[in-house]
């Protein structure tokens, strides 16, 4: 179902490991004077101890790498989804800041946590060449997705602007299909259906349920304001997602949120600078709240970036939707705002999607 990228190809064939060849190349067929007196060869394949090949004593310094743990991607995934609710949480309660203000503080402050990491990890801030492309088309999706999913938290329901965000998995499955040549089997039919169901009941779009007394009496162009966000967000951060797959592990994640961070600070710094809504919060806590947000938003981001790495694109979208549950309890808890019932059925129908997709991954891992 994956498509055999260059990364992909580096993993199957370690360096330094010898193929199924009963003659290295350029051996010679008779004993060198060195095997003679029972000196070892340094660079044969026979031991001088037990006279066989290969040598059950000696170890071998270039073994194949251990397979990722099964679910180790999916749980990732999980730790993303609530590191990035609270940071949802966090942007809900911050006053009288733009949502792209909001995204240059991230920026910045995750710009200080992670040119320290860079540094350490010797990685460089540019990147392999041939990956440079996918470098920068993932930093500016990205952050395009975060930019507009800070504005749909301002103007509409934290758990309306989460949800409808959640329609990342349909944008993907298809992304992935068309991009990376995934193959879109029934399972992923069926997941993207209840995710899909799962939108629509919490929505409840009026085309569908008759006018919505809760939406009408609010701003109704700013809630539309705050669909088309979320909508706009499911599809750049599918995209997002996407490249990421594609890269795989030819490029170190911390990498990748530098090209994010970058691309993400020169498009508010000019987004700022054409509406004019630059301000400095006025409040303490607001500043607090700031800096968490762009403390968790790092943390979920390299959790995301690695998941993605090493899982299926479609399966770390419909594990993300478990966002769909956090913020439905940080919206009962801290927001004061308890949902309808046929928000908690939508919520089912999602976490149902999302638990069948980890269980099929579990018996696919232990087959």
Not at 129 to 139: A, E, N, W, Y
Not at 312 to 334: C, E, H, N, Y
Not at 338 to 352: D, E, K, Q, S
Request: aromatic share 12%; proline share 5%.
């Amino acid at each position: 179902m994956r498509p055999v990228d260059s990364a992909r190809a580096t993993e199957l064939q370690e360096p330094g490991l010898q193929l199924t060849e009963d003659t290295p190349p350029g051996a010679s067929e008779e004993p060198t004077a060195t095997e003679e007196v029972g000196t070892p060869d340094p660079h044969s394949g026979w031991c001088w101890l037990c006279r066989s090949s290969p040598c059950g004593s000696r170890a071998q310094p270039e073994a194949k790498k251990k397979a990722p743990c099964p679910g180790l991607g999916l749980f990732y995934t999980l730790l993303s989804a609530f590191l990035f609710s609270v940071g949802s949480l966090f942007v809900k309660k911050v006053q009288d800041i733009h949502a792209v203000e909001i995204s240059a503080f991230r920026c910045v402050f995750q710009m200080l946590v992670v040119i320290p990491c860079l540094i350490y990890r010797k990685t460089g801030f540019i990147g392999p060449k041939d990956q440079r492309i996918f470098l920068v088309l993932r930093g500016v999706l990205g952050s395009i997705a975060m930019i507009l999913l800070y504005y749909a938290y301002q103007t509409t329901s934290l758990a309306d602007a989460t949800v409808i965000s959640f329609s990342c998995p349909v944008f993907t499955s298809i992304f992935a299909c068309v991009l990376l040549k995934e193959k879109y089997s029934l399972w992923d039919v069926l997941f993207t259906s209840f995710t899909i169901i799962g939108v629509i009941l919490i929505v409840r779009p009026p085309f569908l349920f008759g006018p919505n007394p809760e939406v009408v009496d609010k701003n109704y162009s700013d809630h539309l304001k705050g669909t088309f966000a979320s909508v706009g967000h499911a599809v750049f951060a599918a995209l997002s997602i996407v490249i990421l797959r594609k890269m795989g592990k030819s490029v170190d994640y911390f990498l990748s949120i530098w090209y994010y961070i970058i691309f993400g600070l020169i498009e508010t710094i000019v987004v700022l600078f054409i509406l004019g809504e630059w301000s400095l919060p006025y409040c303490g806590l607001d500043r607090l709240f700031l800096i968490l947000i762009g403390l968790f938003g790092l943390g979920g981001q390299v959790f995301l970036t690695k998941a993605v790495q090493i899982e299926k694109a479609g399966l770390v979208s419909l594990m993300r939707t478990m966002d769909v549950v956090f913020a439905f309890i940080f919206q009962i808890i801290f927001l004061n705002d308890v949902p309808t019932w046929w928000t908690v059925g939508g919520a089912l129908c999602v976490v149902a999607s999302s638990a069948g997709a980890a269980l099929r991954k579990w018996c696919q891992s232990s087959k």
